[in-house]
């Protein structure tokens, strides 16, 4: 039986009828179009359908559609400040960060959380806030050290 | 890809309800927390309820306060809220240290501290802490409302003392007397998302009454009464710790999977137990790594 529900997805309302049994990341990739959340495991293991729900970094492929009405989701999509990309995201691409770019989404998004949370992190806390997130392109030090001179840049 | 089959979704608005919804529902319904078992646990077709009761509507069940000389943990407190409580950094620094090693932040933003005992797998990193704090686990049900020992609460892999229509409805874990040190030591492949190949948990008083708990090295955490009773109120030596190591392969039944053998997870535990019973008491002194250090 579907059921209504309503989602705000990048500053825009979605109401959507939903069957219980369908997962947030295929909605909002195949109903509202964000498919910068990427299909990867499938089970929470890789990060790469990423998204930020009220704000905190989850994994769409681990929740219900239906969990998420009421709730407000920032895909990578919604990143960008009317198509001008985030400083961090500019960092990402001046460290040549990512390779394929399949992980990117998932990543910067954690990234944001992390840096919002913890605007001073080390080495340390950004592969530990990283960790569930793979890459199997570059070997993560350009990641890091991108994020840590977003952090650099917000302290001056 | 959808869930193969269909259910039935409750959205809860209280803890009464949900224990109606679950009773009305019979023995196949679940309780829907965090989802980050039980969503991919219905994908994989391990489980196949035909209700699932989402209490994430019911008020008030993330909170985290302080009953007298007990820490009380709503059922919907998350790994995340564990992290960023001042009061659990303040009174059970353990209960942080082992959050943070729990994958990552997309999943203890969503998983539930009573949601990984609930589901019970033998790797559940809120087990050996929760065992050797001595918490108990409020439930609530068609009965009525009843408490249960953590050490009565595992029962096997994926399965507990819960019965048909009942739900978590918190955690009670008494505070130890000052001093106490503590540790919670997890080997895991690589940090992330693995699972512990084995872990630990010491807990030290200020009188060498020690108390001890593995995961991941058996059918269910548990705890190691006889390493206990040969350690209480001895002090900790080179020579007391290579006998305590002696009683670990009576303590735990690990088995070979994808993660580690049987044989490496039985000497590694030996290895956790040295270095666990150093932390815990150079931590009880005020002369131990900081919580959260990692040590193995």
Known sequence: MKLPINVTVNGETWPLDVE???????????????????IGCERGDCGTCT?????????????????????????????????VLSALQDLFISHNSFQCGFCAPGIVLGAHELLRDNPNPSRYDVQHALAGNLCRCTGYEPIIDAVLEAAGEDRS | MAIAHQFAYHKAATLDEAVEVLTRAGPTARVLAGGTDLVPWMRDDAV????????????????????????????????????????????????????????????????????NICSAVPSCDAGPTLLVLEASVAVLGPNGARTVPIEEWFVGPRQTALEQGEVVTGLSIPIPDQPHGAIYLKLQRYEGEDLSQAGVTVLVTGNNVFRIAFGAVGPVPSRAHEIERFLAGRALSDGLIAEAQHLVLGAISPITDMRATREYRARICEVMLDRGLRAAVSRRDGNGPAYGTRLI
């Open chain 1, 51 to 83: 998204i930020l729900l009220d704000g905190r970094s989850v994994r769409s492929c681990l929740m219900l559609a239906v969990e998420a009405d009421g709730h407000e989701i920032t895909t990578i999509e919604g990143i960008p400040d009317n198509g």
């Open chain 2, 48 to 115: 196949h309820p035909e209700t699932v009761v989402d209490i994430k509507a019911i008020d008030a069940l993330d909170e985290i306060s302080l009953e007298g000389d007990h820490l009380y943990l709503g059922p919907l407190v998350t790994f995340s809220d564990l992290l960023t409580s001042e009061l659990v950094a303040d009174r059970l620094p353990i209960l942080r240290e082992m959050a943070d090693t729990v994958a990552s932040p997309g999943i203890r933003n969503r998983a539930t501290v009573a949601g």
């Open chain 1, 20 to 38: 219980p049994n369908e997962i947030l990341l295929d909605v909002l990739r195949n109903r509202v179009g964000a498919k910068g959340a990427k």
